[in-house]
């Protein structure tokens, strides 16, 4: 941030590349909210929404789009994920009609019923993780609960082998310097060999469920249909790219807000920020 006192945070600033926005992003959230709640930013080129009705207004705006090719030339968007004529979106960067097809699909296999059936193991997992802790008066959440516990269970509800569980994580952690808009070429050639990693690893499973079925995830990918229309396998390994990835890191991100906001923040006064 510049020495200015009157500036407020941008770029960098606003990004985990910045130590106190990586430790304690609440204090430079809290400054644009009070003086620049709609920030646009120049360093990246794009809009930071701090207040929790502007964030609302977007995320209901039909007429804005998730795909970031649709986004212009030097977009942060585009910078950020690369963006180039091989650019193929995950799920959470696909719009109607592909987004709605796809989801369709996803939800005749990741529901509510799957979901509840899933939760006494997963719940057999959490507390599996807190006994192991030796001494519960003093420990590092993050490494002995936060990290594990969603790679874990999303492995389980996937059906992949659990054993393999520092490589997905490791995998997953590699996939975030897609979040990292200076990547130098070494973090690059990290973030391609993490996805080729994954995206071999899903195919060979999903080769295996093709001939034999299992009570899991990825085999009822393979089997949901709507309308007559199936999943391929390049959308089933993208929906195991978003599961393991999106949901891992912001699980893991989850618990360790939820232990740290009390120390923080008055619950009393507690504004929701976007």
Same mark, same amino acid.
């Given at each position: =941030?510049?020495?200015?006192? /009157?500036? %407020?945070?941008? $770029?960098?600033?606003?990004?985990?590349? #910045? @130590?106190?926005?990586?430790?304690?992003?609440d204090?430079?959230l809290?400054?644009?909210?009070?003086?620049?709640?709609?920030?646009?930013?120049?360093m990246?080129?794009?809009?930071?929404?701090?207040?929790?009705?502007?964030?609302?207004?977007?995320?209901?705006?039909?007429e804005?789009?998730?795909?970031?090719?649709?986004?212009?030339?030097?977009?942060?968007?585009?910078?950020?994920?690369?963006?180039?004529?091989?650019?193929?979106?995950?799920?959470l960067?696909?719009?109607?009609?592909?987004?709605?097809?796809?989801?369709?699909?996803?939800?005749?296999a990741?529901?509510?019923?799957?979901?509840?059936? =899933?939760?006494?193991r997963? /719940?057999? %997992?959490?507390? $599996?993780?807190l006994?192991?802790?030796? #001494? @519960?008066s003093?420990?590092?959440?993050?490494?002995?609960?936060?990290?594990?516990?969603?790679?874990?269970?999303?492995?389980?509800?996937?059906?992949?082998d659990?054993?393999?569980?520092?490589?997905?994580?490791?995998?997953?952690?590699?996939?975030?310097?897609?979040?990292?808009?200076?990547?130098?070429?070494?973090?690059?050639?990290?973030?391609?060999?993490?996805?080729?990693?994954?995206?071999?690893?899903?195919?060979?499973?999903?080769?295996?469920?093709?001939?034999?079925?299992?009570?899991?995830?990825?085999?009822?990918?393979?089997?949901?249909?709507?309308?007559?229309?199936?999943?391929?396998?390049?959308?089933?390994?993208?929906?195991?790219?978003?599961?393991?990835?999106?949901?891992?890191?912001?699980?893991?991100?989850?618990?360790?807000?939820?232990?740290?906001?009390?120390?923080h923040?008055?619950?009393?006064?507690?504004?929701?920020?976007?």
């Amino acid at each position: =941030m510049s020495n200015d006192e /009157t500036a %407020v945070p941008t $770029g960098i600033s606003l990004t985990h590349l #910045d @130590p106190v926005f990586r430790e304690r992003p609440d204090e430079y959230l809290d400054m644009l909210r009070s003086r620049e709640p709609v920030h646009q930013d120049r360093m990246f080129d794009r809009v930071v929404l701090t207040r929790a009705v502007d964030v609302d207004a977007v995320m209901n705006n039909r007429e804005l789009a998730s795909d970031p090719r649709k986004s212009r030339p030097g977009s942060f968007s585009r910078v950020q994920l690369k963006v180039d004529e091989t650019f193929q979106p995950l799920i959470l960067h696909m719009d109607d009609p592909d987004h709605k097809r796809l989801r369709s699909l996803v939800v005749k296999a990741f529901n509510q019923v799957a979901v509840d059936a =899933m939760r006494p193991r997963i /719940t057999e %997992v959490a507390c $599996g993780l807190l006994d192991d802790i030796d #001494d @519960p008066s003093c420990f590092d959440i993050m490494e002995a609960y936060a990290r594990p516990l969603p790679t874990i269970a999303i492995a389980l509800m996937l059906g992949v082998d659990t054993a393999r569980c520092d490589d997905f994580k490791q995998w997953s952690d590699g996939k975030l310097q897609m979040f990292n808009p200076q990547r130098t070429p070494e973090q690059e050639a990290i973030l391609a060999s993490c996805n080729a990693a994954l995206t071999s690893y899903f195919a060979e499973v999903i080769q295996k469920r093709r001939k034999e079925r299992r009570a899991d995830l990825i085999s009822s990918l393979i089997d949901a249909e709507e309308d007559g229309e199936q999943l391929d396998e390049a959308e089933i390994t993208n929906v195991c790219h978003s599961l393991l990835f999106a949901g891992n890191v912001t699980t893991t991100d989850l618990i360790g807000n939820a232990v740290l906001v009390p120390r923080h923040r008055d619950y009393d006064s507690l504004e929701v920020a976007g």
